[in-house]
């Protein structure tokens, strides 16, 4: 049974950082991407950035590269965002999802039940 599972959101002011973790399990293909996406109150789906495991390379929405960073440690089974200064514009639920790019929840094959990101003074 695939699962994944988010932590690491919390409150945060602008310029601040935050790392988000998703433990994954229950893959039992080792080609794919998994992603991070993100969903604003009142917003659709926003793809945020996508690892490819086949190769590591790295994919980010515009606003965030530079700002974001997406890792994955094998050993632990687990995927990472880094996210450095953090804006208003970033506050959200922040899910990983197995698959890349889509802005909808029918493009990805599993989604965990995501971690509240909050950008605010």
């Known amino acids: 049974q695939v699962q994944l599972v988010e932590s690491g959101g919390g409150l945060v002011q602008p310029g601040g950082s935050l790392r988000l973790s998703c433990a994954a399990s229950?893959?039992?293909?080792?080609?794919?991407?998994l992603s991070w996406v993100r969903q604003a109150p009142g917003k659709g789906l926003e793809w945020v950035s996508s690892?490819?495991?086949?190769?590591?390379?790295?994919y980010y929405l515009d606003s965030v590269k530079g700002r974001f960073t997406i890792s994955l440690d094998n050993a632990k089974n687990t995927l990472y965002l880094q996210m450095n200064s953090l804006k208003s514009e970033d506050t959200a639920v922040y899910h990983c999802?197995?698959?890349?790019?889509?802005?909808?929840?029918?493009?990805?094959?599993?989604w965990g039940q995501g971690t509240q990101v909050t950008v605010s003074s």
């Open positions: 229950g893959f039992t293909r080792s080609s794919y991407y």
């Open positions: 690892i490819d495991l086949d190769n590591s390379n790295t």
């Open positions: 999802a197995q698959g890349a790019f889509g802005t909808t929840w029918s493009e990805y094959s599993y």
